[in-house]
């Protein structure tokens, strides 16, 4: 039985997203730093469009996955061992600090 992953479209519109995110608030940055310098000599760096490799987003995927399961499995355990058929969000509050500090 394969594996349900991420689809690596999703997760590449997701970087692509932060990405440009990321790169308005550098070039906000630059300029109030150069309307603060008096010289306003400014930055010679090329502001370059940013792609992602596709075993990169494979690899993406799959470290997500592994992941959410993993994060839904040990809700599931604490849900289990207070007599919850389901899970809540308490559950996964209560299995975050130790899941992030695993990953």
Do not use: Y
Not at 24 to 36: F, H, Q, T
Not at 42 to 67: D, M, Q, W, Y
Not at 72 to 83: F, L, N, V
């Amino acid at each position: 039985m394969e594996d349900i992953t991420f689809d690596s479209n999703l997760i590449c519109a997701i970087f692509k997203s932060v990405w440009s995110e990321r790169a308005l608030e550098r070039e906000k940055a630059e300029i109030n730093n150069v309307l603060d310098s008096e010289a306003g000599a400014g930055s010679s760096k090329k502001i370059r469009p940013t792609s992602a490799n596709g075993n990169a987003l494979k690899l993406s995927c799959e470290l997500l996955r592994v992941f959410v399961t993993e994060a839904i499995q040990r809700a599931a355990a604490i849900a289990e061992s207070e007599g919850s058929n389901q899970i809540e969000a308490t559950h996964l509050e209560s299995i975050l600090p130790q899941l992030l500090l695993d990953f």
